[in-house]
């Protein structure tokens, strides 16, 4: 039998590891902490997603407009991308199931979303100013 990894920070969990409790299941921790946290992301992720998914859909709908009126509308595309991006940075909630966290812990995924995040608003800010210069 395979040894059960922490769902939140991806350590080896005790032979009783701490449970988290989600809404439809439960996950192994590792620690009282890591069970508070994986807790406190589990209740975020069920509080923030529609946000989330909002900032992403307004995203996607500005760069539909860009591609609908032409070039000299990429304002719309390239603020769009910053849209999207600070939505992964605030709300680093992936839209996968919760079984991805036995491929990949949580902090891992925080880190993640925040890191393309910051890639799609630093690369979109960049473009939005060269329209610009």
Known sequence: MSEKKCVYCGKSCPKEPF???G???????CTADCKEQTENYLKNDKK???????MIFLGGIAFMISAFLGDQTMIYAYSGQILAGIA???FPY??????????MPIKQVT?????????????????LYSIFI
Request: overall charge positive; glycine content about 4%.
């Open 94 to 103: 992936p839209v996968s199931s919760f079984e991805a966290f036995f491929r």
């Open 23 to 29: 809404y439809t299941r439960n996950f192994a921790v």
């Open 19 to 21: 449970k988290a409790e």
């Open 111 to 127: 880190m993640l979303s925040r890191l393309i995040g910051i890639f799609l608003t630093v690369f979109g800010v960049y473009l």
């Open 88 to 90: 992964f940075i605030i």
């Open 48 to 54: 923030f997603k529609l946000p989330m998914y909002l």
